[in-house]
């Protein structure tokens, strides 16, 4: 069956699936690693040869301190916790979005896990952090502008910062949000979207398998008719 190569996912609900428990909100985003890390191992397992999740927008920023500086601790002990195992595992991390608001700490731990598994070649795990879909396309143009080189789409695309990677062909959001909330405004043209209603740290193989199967159903077009897509362009005009 055809698997999306790219998997892209807004990783949400993290927050509820705490409060419901009476506990603070970080512990959904602590148990929110653990999905992640199940998440990479189904994907891998099934050939998906890039994965690319949303853990920190830059609209983030402006959620209560206690909330924002527990994401960033919890960053650290990710960093530090998975490394290790996501690299024996074959995986290759890219951290995306605006490092300068970030504290040196992290930048030092986030370039570290990039050389520490940039051999690895059975999955690329992108993830964004600091991230916003009209951050990378302003700072695509901007480059581009600093470099004298014309705004074509072929050069923006070069210039943003996934560009190492094809667009993402299954665009997930969990946690009920029917929203692309800033996520992959330019890389998600043509994506096939998928929303659940299960929140982030529940998400795990079996709703993995249900979105696949979703996407498995879908016909894209990529502006084409579903005649021409058979093959049978010639029964389009001769109907018209
Ligand atoms: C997503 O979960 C994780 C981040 C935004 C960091 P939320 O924290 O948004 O969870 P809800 O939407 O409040 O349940
Ligand atoms: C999007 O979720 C960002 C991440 C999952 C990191 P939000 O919870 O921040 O999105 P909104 O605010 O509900 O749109
Ligand atoms: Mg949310």
């Known amino acids: 069956m055809n698997v999306p190569h790219h998997i892209a996912i807004v990783m949400d609900g993290n927050g509820r699936w705490a409060t419901r428990r009476f506990l603070p909100r970080v512990a959904?985003?602590?148990?929110?690693?653990?999905?992640?890390r199940r998440c990479v191992t189904a994907c891998a397992d099934r050939g998906v040869g890039?994965?690319?999740?949303?853990?920190?927008?830059?609209?983030?920023?402006?959620?209560?301190?206690?909330?924002?500086s527990g994401l960033m601790d919890l960053m650290v002990v990710a960093?530090?916790?998975?490394?290790?195992?996501?690299?024996?595992?074959?995986?290759?991390?890219h951290f995306v979005g605006e490092r300068g608001g970030l504290s040196e700490k992290i930048v030092a731990g986030l370039v570290q896990a990039e050389a520490a598994t940039a051999h690895n070649t059975r999955l690329v795990l992108n993830v964004c952090f600091n991230y916003g879909g009209r951050w990378?396309?302003?700072?695509?143009?901007?480059?581009?502008?600093?470099?004298?080189?014309?705004?074509?789409e072929?050069?923006?695309?070069?210039?943003m910062a996934l560009a190492h990677v094809p667009d993402p062909d299954l665009f997930i959001r969990t946690g009920g949000e029917q929203r692309l909330s800033n996520f992959l405004l330019w890389q998600g043209a043509y994506s096939e979207l998928f929303f659940t209603d299960r929140l982030w740290p529940e998400?795990?193989?079996?709703?993995?398998?249900e979105?696949?199967?979703?996407?498995?159903?879908?016909?894209?077009?990529?502006?084409?008719?579903?005649?021409?897509?058979?093959?049978?362009?010639g029964r389009d005009r001769q109907a018209a």
């Open 203 to 209: 998400f795990d193989e079996a709703a993995l398998d």
């Open 79 to 93: 960093l530090g916790r998975e490394v290790p195992k996501l690299s024996k595992d074959g995986v290759r991390l």
């Open 154 to 159: 072929i050069n923006l695309d070069r210039a």
């Open 136 to 152: 990378d396309i302003a700072r695509a143009a901007a480059q581009l502008v600093a470099r004298g080189e014309p705004l074509t």
């Open 211 to 233: 979105a696949i199967a979703a996407y498995q159903q879908r016909e894209r077009r990529f502006g084409q008719t579903s005649s021409q897509l058979a093959g049978g362009a």
């Open 50 to 68: 890039v994965l690319t999740v949303f853990a920190f927008s830059s609209e983030n920023w402006n959620r209560p301190v206690e909330e924002v």
């Open 28 to 36: 959904g985003h602590k148990q929110g690693v653990e999905a992640l």
